[in-house]
Nanobody, 125 residues
Framework: GQLVESGGDTVQPGGSLRLSCAAS????????MTWVRQASGKKPEWVSG???????YYTESVKGRFTISRDNAKNMVYLQMNSLKPEDTAVYYC????????????????????WGQGTQVTVSS
């Protein structure tokens, strides 16, 4: 299986970006999907997750600004990011984990069965 992220860019504070993640080679509809970010010199941070049934979860710092969604027909997961702040600057990774009943809200790659190559988001004036 494979995950490929896209959509990262440099934007000004207050701007918006939409990240996309294309999945292939595994049963996407049976997996919970997650976005994890890692800022330079920091540990990976779990940002948001959507389970196989469409239930969504967010870390406190992005609630009300970020929206995760999925399209099972297209094997895609998205992260709409609004009101971006400099502290949102990081490499954003898409990750997938077979649904076992509870979504995993962790940043460690070891939690996940599939992990993308990452896309850089920079928020700067």
């Amino acid at each position: 299986g494979q995950l490929v992220e896209s959509g990262g860019d440099t934007v000004q504070p207050g701007g918006s970006l939409r990240l996309s993640c294309a999945a292939s080679g595994f049963a996407f509809e049976k997996h919970d999907m997650t976005w994890v970010r890692q800022a330079s010199g920091k540990k990976p941070e779990w940002v948001s997750g959507i389970d196989r049934d469409g239930e969504t979860y967010y870390t406190e710092s992005v609630k009300g600004r970020f929206t995760i969604s999925r399209d099972n027909a297209k094997n895609m997961v998205y992260l709409q990011m609004n009101s971006l702040k400099p502290e949102d600057t990081a490499v954003y990774y898409c990750a997938g984990r077979y649904h076992i009943g509870t979504i995993v809200a962790g940043g460690d790659r070891a939690y996940y069965h599939y992990w993308g190559q990452g896309t850089q988001v920079t928020v700067s004036s």
